[in-house]
């Protein structure tokens, strides 16, 4: 009968112990998440209700609601997609249709990196100088959703790239073969095949500038107004930005008042991105190859 | 005869066929005009830091004062100085403490995940990274402020929570994902001929972690381990919130300290436009993207080398 030596024996507790430690290590990594989520909802829910979404704050924002921060989140986010999104996808295509293997793609390559590990003050930075003073913009809605839009850019660049070389080569050949210029097979073969994968990087990119807060703090985002946002000349409240006010920079706030507006804010870009992941698994079964 | 004008007539009928219309010449200008964006972008962001900070450089910038000196007072009334080298601690400080939990974690969650994960297991650990990724850095501020800071207040009985301990736990939570993702991705990257054969030879899954995997995929760990030192390094946030906000080299992790993302987006709104306070910033600003593209290219050039 096969009876194991100790050498093998100790072989198998070893591995155990490794295995143990390394998925406690895991599973306790992703225990915070859950419990800020959870601790953010106990101590927000008080004062969570349909009015705290539809109120302007009032008495110097120690009460009332954050309406105002929701939609001068949902302007800053709309805009900045509108312009990184097209963008984007134009670069990506350019990137994987057209480039050629050479140094100029490399350095392009290199420039999208470094674009994506430039911090985020550093664009706040760039913004002012470029969008307010040089394009003479002021602080706007306008110009802060410039400087987000370039802080996705890279994001969007990259997700579009992965989907667009996701389309089997095989496909433009078949479309070239039958007579399609090179622009007819990205337009009717490439893209429609890749719009599932584009569309999950849009999403996720969406998330991620509802969050964004450094990004605009000098460019277009006001501590409190007392008015809505009329146009993309003036200025707004942003949900991040206010979370960041109530926070620190205001005294007499009741506690849950912040507590609120972060769960609020957290909710929101969970959503948004459980839309991406959907949106992914959704088109992954879909996928014809 | 006949057969050459045959073939002249189908060379033009090529010629015609191959010869672009111009409208799709336009568009094929703009699709490259695009794909040059990200050139064009980081280069105005050099320029537009560099014209904002060039003032102060040309005139007032001292290079001894301004990395050797801890004595950051743009707003004195007696004698202004822009001593940058307390948030330069600073930033070092919170970076090099977060990378010490969050490297050893990280990885150690990406071999889980990559080497002993079932396929569906994986899965559910990738949403739960990209959510954890998702959470914006104002939030983990305020978690530092509310739950971080009295958490380290009641454990190590110190007077204040908001210092480098608190950022750097912060920062760690906040760069896992990154380093999780980007090294799993080097695991899985080296093929699986490697495991086959080291398994071949009666090897366990911990002597092919150590012994084979972690010498093949060494480049694109260290990769995602620069990735998250780019990450803590450009932070601004969180640590603003968490640092406790003093401007002093700190002595133990339990003192507060400052970074220097954190004094540009706590100093640039109350100095003057186009004043000297305000180029000093930009003057800051130019230092961190240097500090980031050196980070990125060495991360690039390690993830390169391996595929070479």
Not at chain 1, 3 to 23: A, G, Q, V
Not at chain 1, 71 to 98: K, N
Not at chain 2, 112 to 129: A, N, Q, V
Not at chain 2, 151 to 176: H, Q
Request: with cysteine.
């Amino acid at each position: 009968m096969f009876r194991p030596s100790s050498h093998l024996i100790n072989k198998e507790i070893k591995e155990k112990k490794f295995k143990n430690l390394l998925s406690s290590i895991t599973f306790f990594l992703f225990l915070p998440a859950l419990i800020i989520i959870l601790w953010l909802a106990i101590k927000g829910s008080p004062v969570l209700s349909w009015d705290f979404l539809t109120q302007d704050p009032i008495n110097g924002m120690t009460a009332g609601g954050i309406f105002p921060t929701i939609v001068g989140t949902f302007w800053l986010v709309v805009l900045s997609v509108l312009v990184s999104c097209p963008l984007g996808v134009i670069a990506a295509i350019y990137l994987s249709e057209y480039a050629a293997d050479n140094t100029l793609t490399r350095i392009i390559r290199l420039a999208i990196l470094n674009l994506a590990g430039v911090p985020s003050i550093v664009h706040a930075l760039f913004g002012l100088g470029a969008f307010v003073l040089f394009m003479k913009m002021g602080t706007s809605i306008l110009a802060a959703s410039f400087t987000l839009a370039v802080m996705n850019l890279p994001v969007i660049i990259t997700s579009t790239l992965e989907s667009l070389k996701a389309v089997p080569h095989s496909y433009r050949e078949a479309s070239w073969n039958v007579g399609a210029s090179k622009l007819q097979t990205i337009r009717y073969i490439v893209l429609p095949n890749s719009i599932p994968g584009i569309l999950t990087g849009v999403v996720f990119s969406v998330g991620r500038s509802a969050g964004e807060t450094a990004a605009i703090l000098f460019t277009g985002v006001a501590f409190y107004l007392p008015f809505l946002p009329r146009s993309v000349f003036d200025q707004c409240m942003s949900l991040s930005m206010h979370l960041f006010t109530i926070s620190t920079q205001v005294v007499g706030v009741p506690d849950a008042y912040p507590y609120a507006t972060a769960l609020v804010l957290i909710l929101l870009i969970l959503s948004v991105n459980s839309i991406a992941v959907i949106l992914r698994s959704y088109f992954r079964t879909k996928r014809k190859w | 005869m006949s057969n050459s004008t045959t073939s002249q007539a189908f060379l033009e009928w090529r010629q015609k066929k191959t010869t672009k219309p111009t409208s799709e010449k336009v568009i094929e200008f703009i699709i490259k005009g695009a794909g040059f964006s990200s050139i064009i972008l980081i280069a105005a962001i050099l320029i537009f830091i560099l014209k904002e900070s060039l003032p102060f450089l040309l005139s007032k910038f001292d290079f001894k004062e301004f990395f050797m000196s801890t004595e950051w007072y743009p707003a004195s009334v007696v004698k202004i100085r822009y001593g940058i080298l307390a948030l330069l601690v600073g930033t070092v400080l919170v970076t090099v403490i977060s990378m010490l939990i969050a490297v050893p974690l990280g990885l150690a969650c990406a071999f889980y995940i990559s080497e002993f994960c079932s396929p569906r297991m994986r899965e559910i650990y990738k949403i739960l990274i990209e959510f954890l990724a998702a959470i914006p850095s104002v939030v983990w501020g305020f978690i530092a402020i509310m739950m971080i800071n009295p958490l380290i207040i009641n454990t190590f009985n110190v007077p204040i929570g908001l210092n480098i301990l608190n950022a750097s736990i912060i920062l760690a939570l906040m760069s896992l994902p990154l380093i999780v993702s980007v090294g799993e991705d080097a695991l899985r990257a080296v093929p699986e001929t490697y495991r086959e054969a080291a398994e071949g030879l009666g090897a366990t899954k911990w002597e092919i972690a150590i012994r084979v995997l972690l010498p093949a995929a060494k480049n694109g760990l260290m990769a995602a381990a620069l990735l998250g030192v780019g990450r803590a390094l450009g932070e601004t946030m969180a640590v603003l919130m968490a640092t406790g906000h003093s401007i002093q080299i700190p002595q133990s992790i339990f003192e507060p300290g400052r970074t220097l993302t954190a004094t540009i987006a706590a100093e640039l709104g109350e100095s003057p436009k186009g004043g000297e306070h305000y180029q000093a910033l930009f003057a800051i600003g130019l230092v961190l993207f240097i500090l980031s593209f050196a980070v990125n290219l060495s991360a690039d050039y390690l993830i390169r080398g391996r595929r070479k």
